[in-house]
């Protein structure tokens, strides 16, 4: 066989076996969008279109009940700049993000390096008292902290009496300086205890030979805790606190139960004010306005997630 010949097979298989491979690539192509396809027509009808339908309701004028509907551009969000409920329904969902966010992972963060290292004995009793609220449906744990709120026969002003202490005159449900403080202390009430089951799976996949490490050069527990621990489980710090203000953007069921953004809509948010315009005042089209709007904190937090997620992997 000439050497002409040789080159000529060599390259006749080369070809064949990229045919074979382009073949077998389009194939695994092929069976990983049909795979996908049935989740991404979810996503899309569950969750483009609706937002994009939400945005092109906010340039209209109409109400669900309504049989025709008006363009009139931007002039929704034009009169959100003048609307004081809405700047106070946005006041609000910051004062909870910030709050949230503060003692909701300050104090679980806490309870989960307490659980993890602090406690010898019944350490799944805890984990599951603290983590009990979360699993509680919305609607119970408003009913509850009702009962709690209650002015005459609530324990919460029976607490306040034990300390010598006068219980606000209007309850603490309708003073409208204490009711979104109120809504505070029952929100962290229920999720610092998902916040703490989070960090408590971070520490506890902290590798001991840290921990020995930091012993042999005479490190307290909390100087471990200091220098070992926090910075291990930064990324998880990151995901709750980002959780978290998502959460509190988004929280409507609380308020609804509690106040449903009263009194005077003291303890409206942007969830209530929403729900109270489309279904109450029959303002679909300005609701969906203020939805666009909630939308956009939303995407802000959404891409920051992403940004501090894969910043670690980038810099790897």
Not at 210 to 237: C, H, M, W
Not at 288 to 298: K, R, T
Request: glycine share 8%.
């Amino acid at each position: 066989m000439t050497n002409s010949s040789l080159v000529y097979n060599r390259r006749n298989g080369t070809q064949r076996r990229r045919r074979r491979t382009s073949s077998r690539q389009r194939r695994e192509w092929r069976d990983g969008y049909l795979l996908v396809a049935p989740a991404l027509v979810l996503f899309v009808l569950l969750v483009v279109y609706p937002m994009f339908n939400t945005v092109y309701l906010s340039l209209f004028n109409y109400g669900l009940t309504d049989a025709r509907i008006r363009f009139i551009g931007i002039n929704n969000f034009i009169e959100l700049t003048g609307d004081g409920v809405f700047w106070r329904s946005l006041r609000n969902n910051f004062t909870i993000l910030v709050v949230s966010v503060v003692v909701q992972v300050g104090l679980g963060i806490i309870l989960a390096a307490l659980i993890d290292r602090g406690i010898r004995w019944g350490k799944g009793v805890a984990r599951t008292l603290n983590f009990a609220p979360v699993v509680m449906s919305a609607v119970a744990v408003g009913i509850l902290w009702q009962l709690i709120y209650d002015p005459t026969v609530g324990l919460a002003n029976r607490f306040v009496n034990l300390l010598g202490l006068d219980p606000p005159s209007q309850g603490w449900l309708g003073d409208p300086r204490l009711v979104i403080y109120s809504i505070l202390v029952v929100a962290c009430w229920q999720y610092t205890g998902y916040v703490m089951i989070i960090v408590l799976a971070g520490i506890q996949s902290v590798s001991q030979e840290l921990y020995e490490a930091a012993a042999i050069d005479g490190a307290t527990e909390i100087q471990k805790f200091f220098s070992v621990t926090l910075p291990s489980i930064r990324n998880v710090i990151i995901a709750v606190v980002l959780i978290t203000m998502i959460g509190a953007m988004k929280v409507f069921d609380l308020v609804y139960i509690l106040t449903r953004g009263g009194p005077a809509n003291a303890s409206q948010v942007m969830g209530t004010y929403i729900y109270y315009n489309a279904f109450t005042i029959n303002r679909a089209g300005y609701a969906s306005a203020i939805s666009v709007v909630l939308l956009g904190f939303a995407l802000i937090l959404g891409f920051l997630q992403l940004r501090l997620s894969y910043r670690p992997s980038e810099e790897a």
